[in-house]
């Protein structure tokens, strides 16, 4: 299976840029797992995701839960749930700083990178970690 990751670099704001992302793949029908293994990020999305705008609605929950097989938009803190996805159809958006484990069971993977140097010095490790293992790699600017 080939895996195609795209890096959307200098967004203003990472969670909420990842807000907007979700919502865009969420009204297209698309079903993803969002992968952060620190559980204070994680929470942090998790709230901005039902209040990030007035009028936004994005139904998500967590991968263990019991309703995760009828959500579309899963949020995931241990590699372990990412190893046998609830959809396998999905794609992911990595908000980790290190690369999600099992890559290739993915066919499409969505990282979003902040301006902050940190972020970023993490995105190039993730990035060449990416090449290496031949992924079709696909660069975006937000700036």
Request: neutral net charge; proline residues 8%; aromatic residues 10%.
């Given at each position: 299976?080939s895996?195609?990751?795209?890096f ?6 990472r969670?909420r ?9 969420y009204l297209?029908?698309?079903k993803?797992?969002i992968?952060?293994s ?5 929470l942090?999305?998790?709230r901005?995701?039902?209040g ?8 998500h929950v967590m991968?263990e839960d019991p309703?995760?097989?009828q959500?579309?938009i899963?949020l ?9 996805p609830v959809?396998?159809?999905a794609?992911?958006?990595?908000l ?6 099992l890559?290739?069971s993915?066919t499409?993977?969505?990282e979003?990178v902040s301006?902050q140097e940190s ?5 190039r ?6 090449q290496q293992?031949g992924y ?8």
């Open positions: 299976m895996v195609r990751v795209d959307a670099f200098g967004a203003p704001n969670l840029t990842t807000c907007d992302v979700v919502r865009k793949h297209a029908g698309r993803l797992i992968y952060q620190d559980s204070r990020e994680l942090r999305l998790d901005m995701l039902w990030f705008e007035p009028t936004a609605y994005i139904p991968v309703l995760a097989n959500t579309p899963l995931c803190q241990h590699a372990d749930a990412l190893t046998t959809y396998p159809e794609w992911l958006i990595n980790d700083q290190q690369g999600p484990p890559p290739s993915f499409r993977i969505l979003i301006n972020d970023k010095s993490f995105a490790q993730r990035w060449r970690h990416y293992h079709a790699l696909h660069s975006h600017n937000l700036a």
